[in-house]
């Protein structure tokens, strides 16, 4: 998500838009993890003189949705990007995700979404261990994921509506009820008429919005 973002999450200069989509996410019951709420340091100053590394911890209440328990991972080279990591995130939350580069928000993001496994610990997704699970499960498990790539992750040879299109059809939908999906998708996020457009005729906020549309448009349990 951008960093001039309103309190709701969405784009200032584009109010009914912004109402639009946050009304569409709430009644379909999706809740956001956006890259901006805890703070992974690598606790470096505060490290006790035993040597061991403090634990981040994030209490919360309600049903679990996300849970980290001592999580750490290492890179190929040696590079510890989260270590000893600990929280809950609940059912309906809207979580941020801060801090400076290399503090371990993108290990974060990847971890929830399956794209990687800890090196140490364990990361529940609705009471699934991510780290036990095959890769066709994760697979599945990614069905209920919607996300918003920074890079946007657009495909330049499809126009808008068929990227929006991409889920529904990689999930089994229907042609017509895929498209039909689609449509409203882009209309909640302001590019209705520009659903057989080229990406790159899109601005870099229209981009930005029509990956939104792509992650909302199969109604997912989980926004990142």
């Not at 979580?95 to 290399?102: D, P, Q, T, W």
Request: charged letters at 20%; a positive charge.
């Amino acid at each position: 998500m951008p960093s001039e973002m309103t309190s709701d999450g969405i784009f200032p200069s584009q109010p009914s838009v912004s109402a639009k989509l946050i009304h569409y996410l709430k009644t379909n019951g999706i809740f956001i993890i956006s890259v901006t709420y805890l703070l992974f340091r690598q606790h470096t100053a505060n490290t006790p003189s035993s040597g061991k590394q403090p634990d981040t911890v994030c209490p919360s209440i309600g049903t679990p949705m996300i849970r980290f328990e001592q999580v750490s991972k290492t890179y190929p080279g040696g590079f510890e990007a989260l270590k000893n990591v600990s929280f809950q995130i609940n059912k309906g939350e809207m979580i941020f995700i801060a801090g400076h580069s290399g503090s371990g928000k993108s290990t974060v993001l990847k971890l929830i979404s399956g794209i990687t496994k800890p090196s140490r610990g364990k990361v529940h997704f609705n009471n699934q261990d991510l780290g036990t699970l095959t890769d066709n499960q994760i697979g599945f498990m990614r069905q209920h994921i919607g996300i918003v790539f920074q890079d946007h992750k657009i495909l330049y040879d499809r126009n808008v509506l068929q990227n929006v299109i991409l889920p529904l059809r990689i999930i089994g939908y229907q042609p017509r009820k895929a498209e039909e999906r689609a449509r409203i998708a882009i209309e909640k996020v302001g590019l209705k008429g520009r659903e057989l457009d080229d990406p790159v005729t899109l601005s870099g906020g229209e981009q930005q919005r029509l990956c939104i549309a792509r992650a909302v448009v199969h109604q997912p349990s989980l926004l990142i």
